[in-house]
Every structure is written in structure tokens, then in C-alpha cells.
């Protein structure tokens, strides 16, 4: 059974950095595209940062040049380094990864429980 565990979320005044963390574990052959969402109470699911296996990245325009999402394959963890956080900022953050768990199936996406960022005007 494959597992996502984040940590990092908490309270924060405007202008300040969080670093959210997400560890996998379970049984798995490799792990394809990490990354982020945020969904804000009442408002549609965000994506906010992708990083592929190769460690290439997208980021939303909303974060772009403030978040910078990384990764570590020898330790199946992601990370989101969020700085100049603002108000709107504020939500529910899930990471997500596609993993291979068996040649024989196609890749299947596993989520985190979220974590929660506030950032204090």
C-alpha cells in the first residue's frame, strides 16, 4: 500500500515562508510526477506546483517567482518552499504523486491527507 504523509503546514504573517514536505512510502517500482494542489474552502481545486522525475517544473501563475517545488528520488519526497506568502495564499495544501506499482498496471495516483497554510494579514 502506497502512502503520503506531508507536514509543514501552519500559521504565518503576510511576507513570511513555509516549507511543506511530503514523504511516500509503500511498495512501489518508481515514482512519476509529483506535486502540489491547494484547495481554499467554497473554491475549485488549484494546482500549484508539478515536478517531473527529471526534476523539471511547472508552476502556477499565482506562485511563480514566490514557490519552488523540489524533490528527492533517493528519499521519495517533495517539497514546496513557499515564500512572500500573502493572504490569499491561505488553504488546504495536497501532495500528490504518480507511482508505478506493477508493470503490468498503469500508473495510479495516490493523494496526502493536506495540510493546512493560513497566512495572517
Known amino acids: 500500500q502506497v502512502q503520503l504523509v506531508e507536514s509543514g503546514g501552519g500559521l504565518v504573517q503576510a511576507g513570511g515562508s513555509l516549507r511543506l514536505s511530503c514523504a511516500a512510502s509503500?511498495?512501489?517500482?518508481?515514482?512519476?510526477?509529483m506535486g502540489w494542489y491547494r484547495q481554499a474552502p467554497g473554491e475549485r481545486r488549484e494546482l500549484v506546483a508539478i515536478?517531473?522525475?527529471?526534476?523539471?517544473?511547472t508552476l502556477a501563475d499565482s506562485v511563480r517567482g514566490r514557490f519552488t517545488i523540489s524533490r528527492d528520488n533517493a528519499k521519495n519526497t517533495v517539497s514546496l518552499q513557499m515564500s512572500e506568502l500573502k493572504p490569499e495564499d491561505t488553504s488546504v495544501y495536497s501532495c500528490?504523486?504518480?507511482?508505478?506499482?506493477?508493470?503490468?498496471?498503469?500508473?495510479?495516483?495516490?493523494w496526502g491527507q493536506g495540510t493546512q497554510v493560513t497566512v495572517a494579514s
Open positions: 500528490y504523486a504518480d507511482f508505478v506499482e506493477s508493470l503490468l498496471m498503469p500508473p495510479r495516483e495516490y
Open positions: 509503500g511498495n512501489f517500482i518508481r515514482i512519476n510526477d
Open positions: 515536478i517531473t522525475t527529471d526534476k523539471h517544473t
